[in-house]
C-alpha cells in the first residue's frame, strides 16, 4: 500500500513540475520574462485563480492596462497549447 501511495505522490510531483514547465513556455511564448521556480509554483492556487494571484502580487501595474482575466485566460490557453504541442512531440504522446 505504501509503494501505491508514494507512486501516486511522484505521479502528482511528475504532474506538477510538468504543468510549471508548460506555464514557463508560455510566458515566453507571450513575451512575458516570467519564471515560476518550484517553490513560486507550490505557493500558487491552480489554473487561472494561481496566474491572477501572481499577477496582482508581482506585476500589478499589468492591471493598469489589462484585466486580470483576460491575462489569466491568455496565459491558460497559451499553456495548454504547450502542452498540446509538447505531448504531440513525445514518443507515445506521453510527457516526461
Known sequence: MLAAIQDND???DLEAETTRQAYNAAFE???LGWHWDPVTYACLPRGAAGVRAYIEQH???L???YDAEF???AVESTRLRCVADATARAPHGRLA
Do not use: Y
Request: aromatic share 0%; charged share 15%.
Open 59 to 61: 506585476h500589478p501595474h
Open 71 to 73: 491575462l489569466a485566460n
Open 10 to 12: 511522484l505521479l502528482d
Open 63 to 65: 492591471l493598469r492596462a
Open 29 to 31: 511564448q507571450l513575451g
